[in-house]
Structures are given as structure tokens and as C-alpha cells.
């Protein structure tokens, strides 16, 4: 299932707009939210380096973690957060309070195996529909990522999302069997044989 949970400490914020933003960042801190759960949303400022440390270590938008904010601890799933476009730090990340019966929307990751076992192996190229697919899950049992299996697959043979094994309590968001990829013949052998008909 999902990344083991951890913990960020944080500090509540009155002062909030660009001004004191750029105040916390130059400080080493990340200006962050927590809304939902019909709650009021919480300002509050975070360790620039625990967070990017959470971030570059994958699962971050997959993952509840406990934020202590002045000793009371929220559980928590990131939504959103902002990258600056120039220097690649985070400037600002959205939380979103959950709780033990909480159903949240995250984008998931497809994982595939056993190309080796399909005809990837004789030249075949994997055709990838959707890197990731959005689910609507249990907060506190959100997959880390999907399966996708190629055993079998041949030219022309496509994997959906029937064809994925999805935890219980687990569903897409999309009410139809879509296509998560396919496995295409090489793009020379194509053109070779579009030239053989040409010249017939």
C-alpha cells in the first residue's frame, strides 16, 4: 500500500499574503494551508528542507502524514503544491485534513511488468495511455501504485483498467474500461510494409 506515514512539525501563521510568504521563505520555511473535513482552514508555515526531503523521496501526494501544528496533530494528504519555475523549490503546498473514514481522489502510478514475457520482446514498444490514473480510495489505504501485468500480450493487445487488480474499497474515477496502454509494432516495420503496398 502506500508509503510508511510520518510526521512534519509546523508552526500556525497569522500573517498571511505574498509579503510574509516571501518573508518565511527567505527564513527557510514553506507557507502551507490545511482545509476540509468542514473545518476551518489552517495557515501555517513548514521546513523548507522536510519537505523537499518528503517530496524527492516519492509517494508524497499518496501519503498521510501527521502535522503537529503547535502541539495538536491534524492527519493530512497533500493536494497541490507550487514549484518556483526557476530555482525548483516549493513555495507554497495545500493539505487536505482526512480522517479514519475519509475517501480521497489521488492520481496513482502504473507500474508494468514482465515485458520480457510479452512481444515487447520481439521489438514490440509499449504504447502508454496513462502513466498515472486517478482513484477514489480510503485516505488511510491509498495503493503506492498500480500493476499492470504484459504476460501474453501481443501486437495490437491492449491492457484497461479491468484488466488491473485494484485493492478493496479502491475505484477510477472514470465510469468505463479505458486503456492504460498497448503494445504497438516497431515503427520501421510499419513504414517497410506502407512502402511494399506503395510499390505494388
Known amino acids: 500500500m502506500s508509503n510508511a506515514t510520518y ?28 482545509y476540509g473535513d468542514k473545518q476551518a482552514p489552517i495557515s501555517i508555515a513548514l521546513s523548507t528542507n522536510e519537505v523537499m526531503k518528503r517530496i524527492h523521496a516519492g509517494g ?7 502535522i ?15 514549484l518556483d519555475p526557476v530555482r525548483d523549490f516549493t513555495m507554497h503546498v495545500d493539505f487536505l485534513r482526512v480522517s ?7 492520481e496513482v502510478p502504473v507500474h508494468f511488468i514482465n515485458e520480457d514475457k510479452s512481444a515487447i520482446k520481439t521489438g514490440g514498444v509499449l504504447n502508454i495511455v496513462r502513466h498515472e490514473v486517478e482513484l477514489v480510495c480510503p485516505a488511510n489505504d491509498i495503493p503506492e501504485f498500480l500493476t499492470a501485468d ?6 495490437g493487445d491492449s491492457i484497461h483498467i479491468s484488466n ?11 465510469d468505463r474500461d479505458f486503456t492504460i496502454a498497448s503494445i504497438v509494432a516497431p515503427v520501421a516495420e510499419e513504414a517497410a510494409a506502407g512502402e511494399g503496398e506503395a510499390s505494388e
Open 164 to 174: 488491473i487488480k485494484l485493492p478493496k474499497g479502491v475505484e477510477p474515477t472514470i
Open 150 to 155: 504484459l504476460e501474453g500480450l501481443q501486437f
Open 7 to 34: 510526521e512534519l512539525k509546523a508552526e500556525a501563521r497569522d500573517r498571511v499574503g505574498k509579503g510574509s510568504s516571501r518573508e518565511l521563505r527567505r527564513n527557510g520555511l514553506i507557507p502551507a494551508v490545511i
Open 68 to 82: 503537529d501544528v503547535n502541539g495538536q496533530k491534524i492527519s493530512v494528504l497533500p493536494k497541490d503544491y507550487q
Open 100 to 106: 479514519a473514514d475519509s475517501r480521497v481522489t489521488v
Open 60 to 66: 508524497f501526494m499518496t501519503t498521510v502524514a501527521t
